[in-house]
């Protein structure tokens, strides 16, 4: 029983690990893989604009308008934590 139990703890851990690892992707046209405002993966439905010659994806409309109140170095700033 002990063996089983084992088994399946090891299988859990290494499914759990190979999901962690996998970086995400960017939606298809979008410089980032996650909402540069709150985090969220981008499923490539969501609003874009055009940044410095890039387009970044967001969310939702809300974190739009919460970057467009943030400074040049702010918003920067916020793509670079999310490229």
């Given at each position: ?60 409309e809300k974190c739009v308008a919460k970057f467009a109140k943030l400074s040049g170095e702010e918003k920067q700033q916020k793509i670079n934590a999310?490229?």
């Amino acid at each position: 029983m002990k063996q089983i139990l084992s088994t399946a703890a090891m299988a859990c851990a290494l499914f759990l690990c190979s999901c962690a690892s996998k970086p995400a992707k960017a939606p298809a046209g979008t410089l980032n893989a996650k909402c540069p405002i709150s985090g969220e993966s981008l499923d490539g439905k969501g609003p874009t604009i055009f940044f410095n010659q890039d387009t970044i994806g967001f969310c939702c409309e809300k974190c739009v308008a919460k970057f467009a109140k943030l400074s040049g170095e702010e918003k920067q700033q916020k793509i670079n934590a999310v490229k």
